[in-house]
């Protein structure tokens, strides 16, 4: 399946989880994706984005390792389900808007959470998502910069 498809599958998901143990798992599903999309970017993408691309990938996979892992079948695993990337830029903007409902997510459960540990899941979680929402952000940024210089090489 492609970036977008999944993307879009994780948002409607994490708007339409109701308690705790559902939006973390949708929390998770979402780093989950960001890494695998990060880690094929690294690999297939433009050669400029592949440094922020790996980048990408860890802070993901930092996000999915402060979070208990949700017991999901291979076939639940939205990450598994992806086949190819699509337009990179639309796949990043996209993204970067899942990794912020992401952070607002987090920010409703630390609030009403009953534990300290889950606050401090949460807090850390959050911190991981904003971090990869950077990544993603600056892969637009360069982007764009590719996209400007190109224009004028022809120009020229």
């Known amino acids: 399946m492609d970036a977008l498809r999944l993307i879009v599958t994780s948002r409607r998901a994490l708007a339409a989880s109701g308690d705790i143990p559902e939006i973390m798992t949708e929390v998770w599903q979402a780093q989950s994706l960001a890494q695998a999309i990060g880690s094929r970017l690294a690999v297939y993408g433009p050669p400029e984005l592949r440094g922020e691309a790996l980048g990408l990938t860890e802070l993901a996979g930092r996000g999915c390792g402060v979070l208990d892992e949700p017991r999901l079948g291979l076939d639940q695993l939205r990450a598994a389900q992806l086949t190819e990337l699509g ?3 639309q796949a990043l903007m ?16 630390a ?5 300290e540990g889950t606050y401090w899941q949460c807090m850390e979680a959050i911190d991981a998502a904003d971090e990869s929402r950077d990544r993603v952000r600056e892969m637009l940024r360069r982007l764009a910069d590719r996209e400007s210089v190109v224009p004028e090489r022809e120009a020229g």
């Open 87 to 89: 337009d990179a830029r």
């Open 111 to 115: 609030c009403s959470a009953a534990d």
């Open 94 to 109: 996209y993204l970067g808007g899942l990794l912020g409902e992401v952070g607002i997510a987090l920010v409703g459960v």
